[in-house]
């Protein structure tokens, strides 16, 4: 038997349609917005972030665009009474 050989190769989670799904409705209250702007900071210019939540977060969408300005576009998917799609579009040069 040979002996097995370990390589050690940076582990790369990316997606090549670069679109990184986030279900807010299935993290606690209290954690929500950190988790979120913890994957916002995580995202690379390109990068988008397709979040659902259950209902419009619309004091969250004022921080996001507070902190992070022009870097990360902010388009509405869906609306409907089951929840909320916002896809979260980190830009190149903002």
């Known amino acids: 038997m040979e002996p097995l050989t370990v390589v050690n190769q940076p582990h790369s989670h990316r997606r090549a349609d670069r679109v990184y799904p986030f279900d ?6 209290r954690f929500r917005h950190a988790a979120i702007f913890g994957a916002l900071n995580a995202l690379e210019p390109g990068e988008t972030m397709a979040f659902f939540n259950d209902h419009d977060p619309l004091p ?9 300005g ?13 929840g909320v799609q916002i896809d979260f579009h980190v830009q190149a040069g903002a």
């Open 24 to 29: 807010a409705s299935g993290i606690a209250k």
């Open 60 to 68: 969250l969408l004022a921080q996001i665009e507070q902190h992070f």
């Open 70 to 82: 022009d870097k990360v576009r902010i388009e509405y998917v869906s609306r409907s009474p089951e």
